[in-house]
């Protein structure tokens, strides 16, 4: 048998390998992540709406976008929050590093944050009549 402490800490660890494998493989498929309740068209919930609307409004690129439902898939959805160590949902993803959920996709909205960051990692969509690339 086992000693004990081992096993408890065996069991402790919620994430198992396979998810945290498939959320890794989830976080990397696009350098613009965002893991939310529903789809960008249909979203499930306020918070997960208004973040998909502020990445529309900031002019994200959607071949540099990547949306995960966590509502069809429920260790997704608990194991988001141990990888991100971020208990709710939406959460966004850049670059595979963790920017926040809502609030904090809000306030660099208003701050102007995001617009730097999102261009700084070049995630944005080129402007319309830009020949920009030609
Ligand atoms: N203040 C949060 C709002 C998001 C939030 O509260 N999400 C809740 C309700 S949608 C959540 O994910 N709860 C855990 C769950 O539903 O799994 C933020 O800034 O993102
Ligand atoms: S699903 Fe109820 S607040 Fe998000």
Redesign the pocket.
């Given at each position: 048998m086992r000693p004990a402490p081992f096993l408890s800490s065996f069991q402790s660890r919620l994430l198992s390998d396979n998810t945290k494998q498939a959320i890794e493989k989830a976080v990397g498929s696009a350098p613009v992540v965002l893991f939310m309740?529903g789809t960008p068209e249909t979203p499930q919930?306020g918070?997960?709406r208004a973040s998909i609307q502020i990445l529309g409004l900031q002019g994200v690129d959607p071949n540099k976008f990547a949306a995960f439902n966590?509502l069809e898939d429920d260790e997704l959805?608990s194991g988001i929050?141990e990888f991100s160590d971020w208990?709710?949902?939406?959460q966004l993803y850049l670059d595979k590093e963790f920017v926040?959920?809502?609030?904090?996709l809000v306030s660099m909205h208003q701050d102007g944050s995001l617009a730097k960051m999102l261009e700084e990692k070049g995630v944005l969509a080129p402007m319309e009549g830009s020949d920009a690339g030609n």
């Open positions: 309740k919930c918070f997960s966590v959805r929050k208990p709710t949902i939406p926040g959920g809502c609030d904090i």
